[in-house]
């Protein structure tokens, strides 16, 4: 679009030369990207709810975190674990980009293509056990992560020495140097890293050219995705709000934004493109690791919900700590992401309870605060307001559609939409997308 500005009153003022036979530009936004984010410290079940959605998406995206992540799907009976990949991937009509916000070892995202079909390396996730050591040694305590060197990676790409995959697939001299600098920056803090430079540098150099026909520019492809034709491009969140860097129980948290922002920053997308943006949270609380943890319950509840829930780290293999609902954090969550609608998943595993209760409100010596508390310290000592309802002691599995859900069950439903402020779009009532009751 060629413009004609004219200046001929703009000899000695400060006000900017008018333009002349200039239209007002069309703000033309673009498509809108539906967003799925954990509500919780993860394990939320994102993963089914990314499959029902990318029955229908062009484009499925993964936007930050690293194989530290694990959604499992299941399909016609099949099961599927993804790490890397977007669990919408599963959909053949759909494309799965990994965007620049995600951080990758590639061994592992190829293996996982074969197994199934960036910017971490193998001593990256060596780095990472070696500072859980010396966490465990000066501090007595560790943060628990998964040991995939997601963050080394992340440390890397803030420091600026990372590596990119454009830099993988441009002059492999260039690559050679500043991967061996960023070998030395590691073992100059850990002298007992060792690493087999040239048998790296082979290895990604071949990763490389079997990357180079997948690679695209991320900001371009999204771009052309969200203003040319019509596409339905749906994002999928890694992690949980509770884990976010930023808003998270840091320390205890990943070293990604696995808030809404993190779509954003991850793929290039502007906030204005964002339109949906669906929170998932269990119908209880999980969490892997160690950290604060108020509504956890160390007893047979617990017990029970681990084990009906198979609450078992997809990724890491630990088993979850268990404990009742607490809508102090979901809340905390939506106020961060903005959440449009949450799907509730899980609710069969409550089934044979007597008796439920659902976090509501912490206390403090005493009182009530009114906030969720950023200081861990202080999360670690607050006492738990409850709601008690009564179990409705009736298995949910088989049902598929609200009418099917017993009284008390569509009960306890509506208290955590109304406590929220949510409206809850579906409900999970066991493992594969059949069972996801769509309520609107």
């Known amino acids: 679009m060629a413009l004609s500005w004219s200046a001929k009153e703009h000899k000695n003022t400060n006000q900017p030369a008018v333009a002349t036979g200039l239209k007002r530009p069309r703000n033309d936004v673009g498509n809108k990207v539906a967003v799925v984010l954990g509500a919780q410290w993860g394990d939320e079940g994102k993963g089914k709810v990314v499959d029902l959605l990318a029955t229908q998406a062009d484009v499925v995206c993964r936007c930050q975190g690293g194989n530290n992540a694990g959604h499992t799907v299941v399909v016609d009976g099949k099961e599927y674990d993804f790490h890397l ?43 990472d056990g070696l500072q859980e050591t010396e966490r465990q040694a000066q501090e007595g305590k560790n943060i628990g992560t998964t040991k995939k060197g997601i963050g080394p990676a992340y440390s890397s790409k803030a420091s600026r020495t990372g590596l990119r995959v454009c830099d993988l697939l441009g002059d492999i001299k260039d690559f050679s140097s500043k991967f061996k600098n960023l070998v030395r920056q590691y073992q100059s803090m850990y002298p007992s890293l060792t690493v087999d430079v040239e048998d790296q540098l082979k290895k990604l150099k071949e990763y490389g050219e079997r990357l180079r026909p997948m690679v695209r520019d991320g900001v371009y492809y999204m771009y052309e995705a969200l203003h040319g034709s019509p596409k339905k491009i749906l994002v999928e969140g890694a992690n949980a709000a509770l884990l976010d860097i930023d808003f998270g129980t840091y320390p205890f948290v990943t070293s990604s934004n696995c808030t809404v922002g993190g779509a954003c920053t991850g793929l290039g997308i502007p906030p204005l493109n964002i339109g949906d943006v669906f929170g998932v ?118 049902a598929r559609k609200w009418g099917d859900l017993p009284v008390k069950a569509q009960n306890y439903i509506r208290f955590i939409e109304n406590h929220i402020g949510v409206p809850i779009k579906w409900v999970g009532v066991g493992k594969s997308r059949e069972c996801m009751i769509q309520m609107f």
């Not at 980009?97 to 910017?119: A, M, Q, R, T």
């Not at 956890?296 to 997809?314: F, K, P, S």
Request: net charge neutral; with cysteine.
């Open 85 to 127: 990949l977007p669990s919408g991937i599963i959909n053949p009509k759909s494309i799965s980009l990994i965007g620049n916000g995600v951080v990758i070892h590639l061994p592992g995202l190829f293996e996982e293509g074969d197994k199934n079909e960036k910017k971490v390396f193998d001593f990256h996730q060596v780095v």
């Open 281 to 398: 949270a269990k119908a209880y609380t999980t969490r892997v690791g160690i950290g604060a943890f108020p509504t956890e319950q160390l007893n047979a509840v617990g017990e029970l919900l681990q084990t009906r829930g198979h609450e078992v780290g997809v990724t890491t293999g630990r088993k979850r700590r268990c404990g009742w609902l607490d809508l102090v954090i979901v809340r905390y969550a939506h106020m961060i992401n903005g959440f449009t609608a949450i799907a509730l998943t899980k609710l069969d595993i409550l089934d044979v309870l007597e008796e439920i209760k659902v976090g509501i409100a912490y206390k403090l010596h005493g009182k009530r605060i009114p906030h969720f508390p950023a200081n861990m310290d202080v999360l670690q000592k607050v006492e738990v307001e409850y709601e008690t309802f009564p179990g409705w002691k009736t298995d949910t599995s088989a």
